[in-house]
């Protein structure tokens, strides 16, 4: 089951927001999983600290950026002023930001490669903190995508763990929009057992049912809550 956005969702933000967590709840009970199990990123990019604000009054505190340069235009006083915010980075981090976005983020779910694992562990040993990490896995193998490739993916947890001394928590993947999304997240939960890793970040706006249905620990939802991005 896949949720319809043929047109912008209607309703207020906090109406919206309520929508998708009883979405949740019903994929959740409906594969015989508890609700709690699953928690709501909310995509905020391109959508301003005022958009935010209105997510966090109605009882969101959990959200997504793409870009760490955005995130630093409106987050940090967000944190200040509400401790509870948890700040995921879902798009690709380059090594030279990574100093600003351990800064920053609480979890960072696009580590990919080992040139960016090093950059962490450094900056880790650096400053005694280091978010939360999720690896990303290319499961449609798209060379314009970011991702370690699934074959790759075994090798590359070794590799953070044991050379990098990385504690990652689990894997994160965006399939491709053309091909039916359970395909992928069968491979990802997959994958997360093979190599045993409990988090999941699966599931967008799109198809965050399904995800549900499939074992995500964590949806990444934007639309469905703020609306269209400009």
């Keep these: 089951m896949t949720t319809d956005l043929a047109a912008p969702p209607s309703g207020s933000l906090a109406q919206r927001l309520g929508h ?35 997510a966090i009054a109605a009882g ?26 948890d700040l995921h980075l879902i798009g690709p981090l380059q090594t030279n930001k990574v100093k600003d976005a351990c800064a920053l983020f609480d979890v960072i779910q696009t580590l990919d490669r080992e040139r960016l694992a090093r950059a962490l562990a ?25 991702g370690c490739l699934p074959r790759d993916t075994g090798r590359f947890l070794t590799l953070c763990r044991t050379d990098y001394g990385l504690a990652v928590e689990g894997l994160m993947c965006i399939p491709p929009v053309d091909q039916e999304p359970a395909l992928h997240f069968a491979l990802l939960r ?18 965050y049912e399904r995800a549900v249905e499939f074992g995500a620990t964590l949806v990444r939802v934007g639309t469905a809550i703020f609306g269209r991005r400009a």
């Design 60 to 85: 969101q505190w959990r959200f997504g950026e793409n870009r760490v340069q955005e995130a630093e235009a409106k987050f940090p006083a967000l944190k200040q002023a509400h401790q509870a915010l």
């Design 20 to 54: 998708v967590q009883a979405t949740i709840a019903k994929a959740a009970r409906r594969v015989g999983r508890a609700p709690a199990e699953i928690a709501l990123v909310a995509v905020s990019k391109t959508h301003d600290a005022g958009a935010v604000a209105a």
């Design 190 to 207: 997959q994958l997360a057992r093979d190599n045993g890793l409990a988090g999941l970040s699966m599931g967008m706006s799109h198809d």
């Design 122 to 146: 450094d900056q880790g040993a650096r400053s005694g903190r280091l978010p939360r990490l999720y690896v990303q896995v290319n499961t449609g193998e798209e060379p314009q995508k970011a």
